[in-house]
């Protein structure tokens, strides 16, 4: 059996371990954390990435916890005037083999982790920090705190955006600041006045500004993540700080009044500071040697397409699959040579991803030029929306992806 070590149990490690330890392989997982925990905020799944979930037997799990938004509204955070709608629910799960979901970000962290645990065959180790790795033509050391070293076939890192992997692998320095600050919250959906509950995903769109809210926890919650310009002091790599709400009201003050009862019911936020990579240029920066990076490791990306987790669960689907059918976890690879097998299938799997991920990415990135824009630009986005309806927000060689 061959081994794989995972660093990072965030949802891109966890989807790696689920889905390689599916195909046949022994896995060991390290997360620095002393347990595993998400930062409570929501996530989009989109159908591409919900149909690999099923793939991976989480379809009554996710079916459990996840809202199934009926339609995805566009308005103006000026005016609150309706600019265009995607309808969801049966439409583009028909269109695309899977539904559309909204989810708590626990709730899905919480449902990867327990289906590696019944699937078997996954250590995790947690309170592990990995510190460094070295690689051979045999095969690939992880260095962990404490100085323990443990050894595998190949290293999947999936440690995030501030990956310690990937500087040793590329040393191309930290992400870099965007500018761009995001507001999130949940609240109860209980505690909201009736016409601020929500069943759908709403975007608001204004000048150097948006605002996304939607569902989770079936309808129980609303997620709310407000994006603003703007810059912080301090290390912004962790979900630990709070956000303002009179500040945040303050810069959302020239909004409409629906906008503005909505920002105003919700009592704490936690801020984030976004930070990004420009789109992947080539194979390399997804894989190289025995080392493959996978999730916000290999292309954090601006949160405007809903899809930082998404590509992060592709990867590590594609990942098993290439690893799988080059025979890695059966007979069937035994006969090849030991020293090039597993780089030879890293650089299959990074060739399989790169490009759509820096697709991913650079659309994310003009998605935030349209959302924000002001004047004759915004007065064009508008015009273009009414014009040509939901074709704009279809998305079908993302959505009918992998
Ligand atoms: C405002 C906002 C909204 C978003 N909305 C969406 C959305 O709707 N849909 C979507 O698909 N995505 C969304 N995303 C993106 C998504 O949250 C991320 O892309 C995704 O969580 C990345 O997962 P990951 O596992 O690659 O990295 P992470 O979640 O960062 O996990 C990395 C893990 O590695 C661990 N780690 C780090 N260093 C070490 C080390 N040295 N040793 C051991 N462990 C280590 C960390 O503790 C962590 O557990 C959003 C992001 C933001 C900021």
Redesign the pocket.
């Known amino acids: 059996m061959r081994k794989v070590l995972i660093?990072?149990?965030?949802?891109?490690?966890l989807s790696a371990a689920l889905a390689c330890a599916r195909a046949g392989a022994e896995v060991a997982l390290?997360?620095?954390?002393a347990e595993f925990s998400e930062f409570g905020?929501?996530?989009?799944?989109s159908p591409n990435?919900v149909k690999i979930l099923y793939g991976l037997g989480l379809r009554d799990a996710l079916h459990a916890v996840v809202a199934f938004p009926d339609r995805l509204q566009v308005r103006s955070a000026i005016t609150g005037a309706e600019l265009g709608i995607l309808r969801l629910g049966d439409e583009i799960a028909s269109r695309y083999g899977a539904p559309y979901l909204t989810i708590h970000?626990a709730d899905l962290h919480v449902l990867l982790l327990a289906a590696v645990q019944q699937q078997g065959g996954a250590a995790l180790n947690l309170g592990?920090?990995?510190?460094g790795f070295e690689q051979t033509g045999a095969d690939v050391a992880l260095r962990l705190a404490h100085d323990d070293v443990v050894h595998g076939d190949l290293l999947v890192a999936?440690?995030?955006?501030?990956?310690?992997i990937r500087q040793q692998l590329l040393g191309d320095g930290p992400p870099q600041s965007t500018g761009h600050l995001?507001y999130?919250a949940l609240i109860s959906q209980a505690r909201l006045p009736e016409h601020l509950r929500t069943r759908q995903v709403t975007a608001w769109l204004g000048p150097k500004m948006h605002v996304v809210q939607y569902p989770v926890r079936g309808v129980d919650f609303v997620n709310l993540?407000a994006i603003v310009h703007g810059q912080v002091q301090g290390d912004m790599s962790h979900w630990d700080h709070s956000g303002n709400a009179a500040e945040l009201q303050q810069r959302l003050a020239a909004t409409c009044k629906p906008l503005k009862d909505l920002i105003q019911a919700v009592p704490a936020w936690r801020l984030?500071a976004?930070s990004i990579r420009p789109p992947m240029r080539f194979a390399r920066e997804q894989a190289s040697g025995r080392v493959a990076l996978?999730?916000?490791?290999a292309h954090?990306?601006l949160?405007y397409l809903?899809?930082?987790?998404?590509?992060?669960i592709e990867d590590a689907a594609v990942l098993a699959r290439v690893l799988a059918q080059g025979g890695l976890f059966s007979d069937a690879g035994s006969s090849a040579d030991p020293a090039t097998l597993v780089p030879d299938l890293l650089r299959g799997y990074a060739r399989q991803r790169w490009q759509r991920n820096a697709r991913v990415q650079a659309t994310a990135i003009r998605n935030g030029k349209i959302f924000h824009a002001s004047g004759l630009m915004a007065l064009g986005r508008n015009a273009v929306m009414k014009i040509r309806g939901e074709a704009v927000m279809d998305q079908p060689w993302l959505y009918g992806g992998v």
């Not at 809903?306 to 992060?312: E, V």
Request: charged content about 10%.
């Open positions: 660093a990072g149990g965030g949802i891109g490690g390290f997360e620095r954390s905020a929501g996530i989009q799944l990435v970000r592990n920090t990995v510190t999936a440690d995030g955006g501030w990956s310690s995001a999130r993540v984030w976004l996978l999730g916000d490791a954090p990306m949160p809903a899809q930082g987790a998404g590509m992060a």
